[in-house]
């Protein structure tokens, strides 16, 4: 039988690779400095990844008036 490859190569051959579709670079300094750290990260690493798709979780648990809303 021939050589079997590494696990790492394994996994680095199974990986899927996101195409990037455009986007830009953003100083998180510049951002709405109403957002709290870690959004302000995700919001620079949407804004870099082009088309990325950012979901809010709602804790279907609590009261109708706790859960997260959309404004947009």
Do not use: C
Request: proline share 7%.
């Amino acid at each position: 039988m021939g050589q079997h490859p590494s696990y790492d190569e394994f996994l680095r051959a199974k990986a899927a690779i996101a195409p990037r579709f455009g986007g830009m670079q953003v100083d998180e300094a510049t951002l709405n400095p109403a957002l709290k750290s870690h959004t302000r990260r995700m919001v620079a690493w949407g804004l870099q990844g082009g088309m990325p798709s950012l979901f809010d979780l709602l804790d279907a648990d609590q009261p109708e008036n706790q859960k997260l809303r959309r404004t947009a």
